[in-house]
């Protein structure tokens, strides 16, 4: 039998080096994902997400509660994909990803009770979820007017919270409570009520939910 001739050195050394690449490239590829999944938070149902709404009606807003986020929803989680339940025309619900590119430079921001155990109860979760059904469809609320027919945003949110957790997230406002004097401010007050503002009208914005104590950012 004749003896077998050895490979050439770089022949014997080309599986090894390929196994070693291999292993390199899945770990690398491992990390990186893992990096990926550690930028995304944890989305839970009952998680308000705030933006930079591009609507006509954002600037005003802004100008008159002295804040950036003028639009806030909900998330509930539904098959894994977290969705904003969210008072536009109609409320209706939208997928987070979907929403966040809707507002100004894509920047959003998410809050979450400081205190999570009144959202640890299934039970608790699905009755929200109820709730927040039964809204569906509503059309959005111009006027801003304190009652159940009709919801705009943090309205929604903060009659969510109460009707189901029996949680006021934050105080309720007045309409006159708010800087109305400037002229973008002053245009969309004469468009809701040309025959004068409801100074006294219950109301809620964004930013009262934004800067409520009760909630605490998410990091992403």
């Known amino acids: 039998m004749a003896a077998t001739e ?12 390929v196994a070693a690449w291999t292993a390199l490239w899945l770990l ?9 999944r550690a930028e995304q938070p944890t989305y839970r149902d009952g998680d308000l997400v705030f ?7 954002s600037k005003a807003i802004s100008l008159a509660t002295g804040s950036p986020w003028t ?6 989680v539904q098959e894994g994909r977290p969705m904003v339940f969210e008072a536009v025309q109609p409320v209706r619900t ?3 990803d979907r929403w966040i590119r809707r507002g100004v430079g894509n920047r959003y921001v998410v809050k979450r009770l400081r205190d999570p155990s009144p959202l640890r109860s299934s039970f608790t979760r699905k009755s929200m979820w109820a709730w927040a059904s039964r809204q569906a469809g509503k059309r959005y609320d111009l006027k801003f007017a304190w009652s159940d027919d009709k919801m705009y945003c943090s309205e929604l949110v903060w009659k969510l919270y109460k009707e189901v957790l029996g949680i006021e997230l934050a105080p309720l406002q007045t309409v006159a409570s708010f800087s109305l004097g400037s002229p973008a401010v002053k245009q969309q007050l004469r468009k809701r009520w040309p025959d004068g ?6 109301l809620i914005a964004p ?14």
């Open 28 to 36: 690398c590829f491992a990390l990186s994902v893992g990096a990926a």
């Open 197 to 202: 503002i409801p100074a006294k009208e219950p």
């Open 71 to 76: 639009h806030v929803g909900v998330i509930f």
């Open 51 to 57: 933006q930079t709404s591009t609507s006509g009606q």
């Open 94 to 96: 939208t997928p987070l």
């Open 207 to 220: 930013a009262g939910l934004f800067d409520s104590p009760l909630l605490v950012e998410v990091r992403k």
């Open 6 to 17: 050895p490979l050439p050195p770089s022949r014997a050394r080309l599986p090894a080096q």
